[in-house]
């Protein structure tokens, strides 16, 4: 009896320890980090903050909107000979900078102090695909041989080839039973949400018939992008976007960010744009900017796509370098 006593005593004062300490862990952890209980960057977030040879946490920016609904360019001239539209998805929208720091905002500033008067306009949007894009490229009614339309693509366009999930993964798909408690804890405990994302995260669907239709689908939005543009008698300018996988070398930053999403992404990713490069380079105007990033010695990635104004310095000096080189800025 005597020793049944001493063992329940040494149980109770260990639950007691490790409730004392996964409280004291708990607290920190809400105070560390945000509840997205949906969203699958929590991991990611604590990697950034906890690095400095990356671009850090996101800042707080202010974000403009034109009468037409576009983000703001700044810097733009009230009297000009022509104009540069640029399409593309989140990564032209630039969501994690000031509106002076978007690459559309940083082209204009160029062509000013280069003397071009041309206006730059930034038709980027969030998940936005260059099917998408053709379609606002087809209702605007002013078109004319001074415009410039530039397609920043590749992401989004890749994206259609594939599905990222949020699937068991890791030691997670061998144990389902424990992402299972860690998603219903999860709803109570910063911890569990956190240890839930970092074993979930990575997942990627994929088939030979998604990759067909993504490649299908750039092909023809590049081409009508291509006939809308000759019949307005605007220059068409498609350029491949640089991401995460294109960078090399890889940082250590990168390559420890590219863990994050699992093996499976950058595989496919590479993939698609294997097969989407020979498409875009057989336009005459067509460019490739996957290696814009490489000279970069801290990297500019949030994620494996978007970037800070360090990386929409370096598309800016592209697309501007890009446009002089193929003689279509007047």
């Known amino acids: 009896m005597h020793t049944g006593r001493k063992v329940s005593k040494v149980v109770f004062v260990n639950i007691l320890v490790f409730a004392v300490l996964f409280s004291v862990v708990e607290v920190g952890f809400r105070f560390a980090t945000d509840s997205q209980q949906s969203s699958q960057y929590q991991i990611i977030e604590l990697f950034r903050r906890s690095r400095a040879d990356g671009p850090g946490d996101f800042r707080n920016v202010n974000i403009s909107s034109t009468s037409d609904g576009l983000r703001v360019t700044t810097d733009q001239p009230e009297n000009f000979s022509g104009r540069v539209l640029i399409f593309g998805g989140s990564t032209t929208f630039c969501g994690e900078v000031e509106d002076r720091e978007t690459h559309p905002s940083l082209l204009q500033q160029t062509l000013n102090a280069s003397g071009l008067n041309l206006k730059v306009l930034n038709y980027?949007?969030?998940?936005?695909t260059a099917?998408?894009?053709v379609e606002i490229l087809r209702g605007?009614?002013?078109?004319n041989p001074n415009d410039v339309i530039v397609f920043y693509v590749g992401i989004n366009e890749a994206g259609v080839g594939f599905v990222q999930r949020d699937m068991p993964v890791r030691l997670v798909g061998?144990?389902?039973?424990?992402?299972?408690?860690l998603r219903r804890a999860s709803k109570y405990s910063r911890v569990a949400d956190v240890l839930f994302r970092a074993m979930v995260y990575g997942g990627v669907s994929v088939s030979s018939e998604s990759k067909d239709l993504a490649v299908d689908r750039f092909?023809?939005?590049?081409?009508?992008?291509?006939?809308?543009?000759s019949k307005?008698?605007?220059?068409f300018v498609p350029i491949l976007q640089a991401n995460l996988y294109t960078r090399n070398p890889m940082s250590d930053y990168d390559v420890e960010l590219g863990k994050m999403y699992g093996p499976a992404l950058g595989s496919i990713v590479n993939e698609m744009y294997s097969r989407m490069l020979p498409i875009l380079s057989a336009y005459p105007f067509g460019g490739d900017a996957t290696g814009v990033m490489n000279d970069l010695e801290r990297s500019p990635y949030y994620d494996w796509m978007h970037v800070d104004v360090s990386g929409n310095g370096k598309i800016s000096e592209f697309i501007f370098e890009h446009l002089r080189t193929k003689a279509v800025l007047k």
């Open 140 to 143: 605007i009614g002013d078109l």
């Open 174 to 181: 061998k144990f389902p039973k424990l992402g299972t408690a």
């Open 232 to 235: 307005a008698g605007a220059k």
């Open 219 to 229: 092909d023809r939005a590049l081409k009508d992008a291509s006939d809308i543009a």
């Open 131 to 133: 099917t998408d894009r």
């Open 124 to 128: 980027g949007k969030s998940a936005a």
